[in-house]
């Protein structure tokens, strides 16, 4: 499900209601529904995706097959970066990029290797996925492209879910030993 919601002063609301009606670009009653009821317990969903996102990072970020990790938790003290991010977030999120050392068939060799982690694109379910950025969502690019981004043939994107920590740092120190 995809959804979002506006808020602020009704001067400024009102011009996107109308727009809304007008369009029909409301999500019918069911969805809402099934919104409402997922909202409920999403802060506890978020915070436990967080806290394995940060364990998987850090597990990840000292094991030699690991040539880079891009998680906004590790981003260094005093730099702009960390200011932006001290001043606009309350934590690091549960999505994040790693790069292996090699090449595409590294990455392949891990991805083969996983069992409990699902190869998907999608982000943000109580699930976690991993997904190849080259060959999927960045595949129109050239490498060029790719590369001006941060995406390497071994760059894989992780959207870490609820599991227990330790069956998701399993999994993933078992597929690494493929690569």
Same mark, same amino acid.
């Given at each position: ?39 409920? $317990? ?8 967080? #806290?394995? @996102?940060? =364990?998987?990072?850090? *597990? !990840? +970020? ?32 549960? $999505? ?8 595409? #068939?590294? @990455?392949? =060799?891990?991805?083969? *290797? !996983? +069992?409990?982690l699902s190869f998907a694109v999608s982000l943000g379910g109580s699930e976690t ?38 069956? !998701? ?11």
């Amino acid at each position: 499900m995809l959804a979002g919601g506006v808020s602020g002063r009704a001067e400024l609301i009102h011009p996107l209601r109308l727009l809304r009606t007008t369009l029909g670009s409301h999500l019918d009653p069911y969805t809402s529904w099934l919104l409402l009821r997922s909202m409920e $317990t999403v802060h506890l969903r978020m915070e436990r995706a967080s #806290a394995n @996102a940060r =364990r998987v990072a850090e *597990a !990840l +970020r000292v094991h030699p097959k690991v040539a880079s990790i891009t998680y906004l938790g590790f981003l260094e003290d005093g730099s702009p970066e960390r200011a932006v991010y001290g001043r606009q977030c309350t934590g690091a999120g549960s $999505t994040f990029s790693f790069a292996l050392h090699g090449g595409e #068939a590294e @990455a392949f =060799r891990f991805l083969d *290797a !996983l +069992r409990l982690l699902s190869f998907a694109v999608s982000l943000g379910g109580s699930e976690t996925l991993i997904t190849h950025p080259a060959t999927t969502t960045h595949y129109s690019l050239s490498p060029e492209e790719r590369a001006a981004g941060g995406i390497t043939d071994s760059t894989l994107r992780l959207s870490v879910g609820i599991e227990h920590g330790d069956d !998701l740092i399993a999994d993933i120190t078992r597929a690494l030993e493929a690569v």
